[in-house]
């Protein structure tokens, strides 16, 4: 797997990982929202630099450009439900994609810290032969991706696979690493450390759909 960690170096991009993990600032959920997408958007823009690209003409009023220009062949796929956020923000830069959602949630069978990753909902175009971007903020036991991906895997086998997340655990990375192709990509903004006894990442941000979304039952 190829790991790019964006955060390693610095930029703008410390601005909004500092805000959504701030507890103070973290409470405005419009501002949360937001800053989660325009990570999106920062992660997007890195990615872009490892497409396939071909070369087109270009008629401006006064004459030809040649540009190079990627190749419109993405499907980008969020996990639900704050995989919303990151979504869009890659959205922003990918316009042209085409779009599916999938869900996939932490279900404890006995009341207590162990848990299961249950997958019901997947709705999708295509992913046969093409550029999957699989997003999910929050990269913590890396089980939610691994469930995905083999939900997906049913449905046809895509070129490239590149997964998008905001923040991710070294022991989640070491866990994906695991599980998918030797030519998948991470795009990661910051990677923490540690795991908690119930899977949280530390000191990570807390949960980010109920951050954005608010509580659930």
């Known amino acids: 797997m190829y790991i790019h960690h964006i955060g390693s170096e610095n930029s703008v991009l410390n601005n909004f990982i500092s805000e959504i993990r701030d507890k103070t600032i973290q409470k405005d959920s419009l501002r949360f929202r937001r800053n989660i997408e325009r990570i999106g958007e920062i992660l997007g823009y890195e990615l872009s630099k490892e497409l396939e690209y071909q070369s087109k003409k270009v008629e401006t009023p006064l004459g030809i450009k040649t540009i190079n220009l990627p190749i419109k062949n993405i499907v980008l796929c969020s996990i639900l439900r704050a995989g919303l956020l990151l979504h869009q923000g890659l959205l922003n ?113 807390g949960d980010a759909g109920d951050l954005a979304f608010g509580t659930k039952l």
């Open 93 to 205: 830069y990918f316009d042209d994609a085409e779009n599916a959602f999938i869900s996939a949630y932490r279900h404890h069978p006995n009341n207590d810290e162990n848990f299961e990753i249950v997958v019901e909902y997947f709705a999708a175009p295509s992913i046969e032969n093409k550029i999957l971007l699989l997003a999910d903020p929050m990269l913590a036991t890396g089980k939610s991706l691994v469930a995905v991906y083999e939900a997906i895997n049913e449905y046809g086998t895509p070129k490239e696979i590149h997964l998008v997340s905001v923040i991710g655990s070294s022991e989640g990375i070491d866990f994906i690493e695991k599980h998918f192709p030797k030519n998948t990509h991470l795009w990661i903004a910051a990677i923490d450390d540690t795991l908690n006894d119930k899977g949280y990442i530390v000191p990570g941000l």
